[in-house]
């Protein structure tokens, strides 16, 4: 966070003004309001000449220096971004902006385990890998800088995504701090890609990417009013991200609005040789034209629903199901056709990674999948799983370190390799799939199931089934919940539909009020 001050001084008063520029000349008084700016009216502000990438950058960086130490969203600041945002100025004065698409000049925060070959670090909120040297951007920071994305620094995120340890809090990272809900502070922000989540929320950036193994990018967006695109598994770029299992992890934008989150996968889809296998795969799910065709109001109309109460919507309070039941009314209303009260077959063992086979795959895949990573580094203080294990307990007199343990590691260091319990496990989690979610939706023929916030993520998680999440309601103490639509590998374009046609119906995200400590 060592940004010189001065960047600050330059917010002046016109810079004010700019933002405040009356939208579409003399036929129009909308405002332009940077705060809850979508790319596009990013763009658009950009080619008025209203605002430059500068400017942008300029105004968050002054917000992530007010609001950080509160929220604890952002580990690291780009040191390089100012002038990646003046090139993007440059190149737009020349006319060469065009070409890049929607994301250039617009600053992107990547969550703490996306490695950036400059001189952020990529940690997973570890002090461990604190020096460590990449060998390269990882395959989605790479297609992110081709479409003129400015990097704008790294994002908190529960340690290890989660891996280190079961007593460690959402959100926590050692590096980090504790990141923290901004609608409410207390609640805490739900699961890894916490800081992502977090910093669009509260306005610190205009987009963000997080990672999700099981749950990762739909809770966090759900808990922060946001929208995240947990990706089909391979239709993004692995290779470079610090892994869990590369049986369920994937990338995706974690954004303010469906079409900012379709922008950005639009831009971070696609084959790269580094993760071929599972990307030359997904590579034959991208349609032609790509995804912002699927922004489409009457996304909806004539789309089968599954609705998911039994183990799903009936978990939750009677408020949050007589909110669900007004947002069935409204699909209903734009065309949607709604299956209700559906189940998946075996559910209790899908949701329970101790008997799905999840866990036991899970613990083997990590233990592998990370030395192989850390093993590709240039320069690391830690070379293996037991590395960090042995630098966690040297360093166990660091703050929380010793309380919140890492039991998940040494359970996963006692691992070798993938034996027969594991490929009984991974046989297993193939099976529930395809007898649970993928035959109810072939019999029911349906488009997408819904279900609230996370909670159907397992669902999705060891089926490599792609979910987005949109912002569906508050609750009485003010945290939000999202509503998620997941369906079969390869199904964003109509999940794409559904989403921006509900969130267009509703817009239910309003940015939290963070005013008194701004
Ligand atoms: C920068 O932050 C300060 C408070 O920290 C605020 O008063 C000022 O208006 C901000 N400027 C911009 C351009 O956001
Ligand atoms: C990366 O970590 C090193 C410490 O090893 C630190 O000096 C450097 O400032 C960090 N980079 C950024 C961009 O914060
Ligand atoms: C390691 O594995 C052995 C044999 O499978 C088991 O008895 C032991 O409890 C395991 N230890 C941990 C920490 O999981």
Same mark, same amino acid.
């Given at each position: 966070?060592?940004?010189?001050?001065?960047?600050? *001084?330059?917010?002046?008063?016109?810079?004010?003004?700019?933002?405040?520029?009356?939208?579409?000349?003399?036929?129009?008084?909308?405002?332009?309001?940077?705060?809850?700016?979508?790319?596009?009216?990013?763009?658009?502000?950009?080619? #008025?000449?209203?605002?430059?990438?500068?400017?942008?950058?300029?105004?968050?960086?002054?917000?992530?220096?007010?609001?950080?130490?509160?929220?604890?969203?952002?580990?690291?600041?780009?040191? !390089?971004?100012?002038?990646?945002?003046?090139?993007? !100025?440059?190149? $737009? @004065?020349?006319?060469?902006?065009?070409?890049?698409?929607?994301?250039?000049?617009?600053?992107?925060?990547?969550?703490?385990?996306?490695?950036?070959?400059?001189?952020?670090?990529?940690?997973?909120?570890?002090?461990?890998?604190?020096?460590?040297?990449?060998?390269?951007?990882?395959?989605?920071?790479?297609?992110?800088? /081709?479409?003129?994305?400015?990097?704008?620094?790294?994002?908190?995120?529960?340690?290890?995504?989660?891996?280190? +340890?079961?007593?460690?809090?959402?959100?926590?990272?050692?590096?980090?701090?504790?990141?923290?809900?901004?609608?409410?502070?207390?609640?805490?922000?739900?699961?890894? +890609?916490?800081?992502?989540?977090?910093?669009?929320?509260?306005?610190?950036?205009?987009? +963000?990417?997080?990672?999700?193994?099981? %749950?990762?990018?739909?809770?966090?967006?759900?808990?922060?009013?946001?929208?995240? &695109?947990?990706?089909?598994?391979?239709?993004? +770029?692995?290779?470079?991200?610090?892994?869990?299992?590369?049986?369920? !992890?994937?990338?995706?934008? &974690?954004? @303010?609005?469906?079409?900012?989150?379709?922008?950005? *996968?639009?831009? &971070?889809?696609?084959?790269? =040789? /580094?993760?071929?296998?599972?990307? #030359?795969?997904?590579?034959?799910?991208?349609?032609?034209?790509?995804?912002?065709?699927?922004?489409?109001?009457?996304?909806?109309?004539?789309?089968?629903?599954?609705?998911? /109460?039994?183990?799903?919507?009936?978990?939750?309070?009677?408020?949050?199901?007589?909110?669900?039941? =007004?947002?069935?009314?409204?699909?209903?209303?734009?065309?949607?056709?709604?299956?209700?009260?559906?189940?998946?077959?075996?559910?209790?063992?899908?949701? !329970?990674?101790?008997?799905?086979?999840?866990?036991?795959?899970?613990?083997?895949?990590?233990?592998?999948?990370?030395?192989?990573?850390?093993?590709?580094?240039?320069?690391?203080?830690? $070379?293996?799983?037991?590395?960090?294990?042995?630098?966690?307990?040297?360093?166990?007199?660091?703050?929380?370190?010793?309380?919140?343990?890492?039991?998940?590691?040494?359970?996963?260091?006692?691992?070798?390799?993938? %034996?027969?319990?594991?490929?009984?496990?991974?046989?297993?989690?193939?099976?529930?799939?395809?007898?649970?979610?993928?035959?109810?939706?072939?019999?029911?023929?349906?488009?997408?199931?819904?279900?609230?916030?996370?909670?159907?993520?397992?669902?999705?998680?060891?089926?490599?089934?792609?979910?987005?999440?949109?912002?569906?309601?508050?609750? #009485?103490? %003010?945290?939000?919940?999202? &509503?998620?639509?997941?369906?079969?590998?390869?199904?964003?374009?109509?999940?794409?539909?559904?989403?921006?046609?509900?969130?267009?119906?509703?817009?239910? @995200?309003?940015?939290?009020?963070?005013?008194?400590?701004?």
């Amino acid at each position: 966070m060592a940004l010189p001050s001065f960047f600050f *001084l330059l917010l002046s008063s016109t810079l004010l003004l700019a933002l405040l520029a009356v939208v579409g000349g003399t036929t129009s008084h909308a405002t332009f309001n940077i705060d809850e700016a979508t790319i596009d009216d990013i763009q658009q502000s950009f080619r #008025r000449g209203d605002l430059t990438s500068r400017a942008l950058l300029e105004h968050y960086l002054n917000r992530t220096r007010a609001l950080n130490p509160l929220l604890r969203a952002v580990i690291e600041l780009n040191p !390089d971004a100012l002038r990646q945002a003046d090139r993007a !100025d440059r190149e $737009r @004065r020349r006319g060469d902006g065009k070409r890049r698409g929607g994301l250039h000049g617009i600053p992107v925060l990547l969550k703490d385990n996306i490695a950036t070959g400059d001189r952020l670090n990529t940690t997973a909120g570890s002090f461990a890998l604190l020096g460590s040297l990449v060998p390269r951007d990882s395959g989605v920071a790479r297609k992110l800088r /081709r479409a003129g994305a400015v990097i704008f620094g790294k994002a908190s995120m529960s340690e290890w995504a989660h891996c280190r +340890s079961w007593h460690i809090p959402s959100g926590w990272s050692a590096r980090g701090g504790q990141g923290r809900n901004p609608y409410v502070l207390s609640a805490g922000p739900c699961d890894s +890609s916490s800081g992502s989540a977090i910093a669009v929320a509260a306005n610190m950036v205009s987009v +963000s990417l997080g990672t999700e193994t099981a %749950g990762s990018i739909i809770c966090p967006s759900a808990r922060n009013s946001v929208v995240g &695109i947990k990706p089909t598994v391979g239709l993004t +770029s692995r290779a470079g991200v610090i892994p869990v299992t590369p049986r369920q !992890d994937t990338i995706g934008p &974690i954004c @303010r609005t469906v079409s900012d989150a379709v922008q950005v *996968l639009e831009a &971070i889809v696609g084959f790269d =040789e /580094r993760d071929a296998e599972a990307t #030359r795969e997904g590579s034959r799910y991208i349609p032609l034209g790509g995804y912002r065709q699927f922004l489409k109001k009457d996304g909806l109309k004539g789309k089968r629903l599954g609705v998911l /109460r039994k183990v799903f919507l009936d978990s939750y309070d009677e408020s949050i199901q007589k909110t669900f039941e =007004e947002h069935f009314d409204t699909m209903r209303q734009r065309g949607g056709i709604l299956i209700d009260d559906l189940e998946i077959a075996n559910v209790e063992s899908i949701i !329970d990674p101790t008997r799905s086979g999840e866990f036991v795959a899970t613990a083997a895949e990590f233990k592998m999948s990370l030395n192989a990573y850390l093993s590709e580094l240039i320069e690391s203080p830690v $070379r293996s799983l037991l590395d960090v294990i042995l630098f966690n307990d040297k360093h166990s007199n660091q703050e929380r370190t010793k309380e919140f343990g890492q039991d998940f590691f040494l359970v996963a260091q006692n691992r070798s390799g993938l %034996g027969a319990a594991e490929r009984a496990a991974i046989a297993n989690m193939g099976r529930l799939s395809t007898e649970g979610l993928e035959r109810l939706m072939k019999e029911k023929q349906l488009d997408a199931v819904v279900t609230p916030d996370a909670i159907g993520s397992r669902v999705l998680a060891i089926g490599g089934y792609p979910g987005i999440s949109v912002p569906a309601g508050y609750r #009485r103490d %003010g945290v939000p919940f999202g &509503i998620c639509f997941g369906g079969l590998k390869g199904s964003e374009p109509k999940l794409i539909e559904m989403a921006y046609a509900f969130e267009q119906a509703t817009k239910l @995200r309003t940015p939290p009020a963070l005013k008194e400590h701004l």
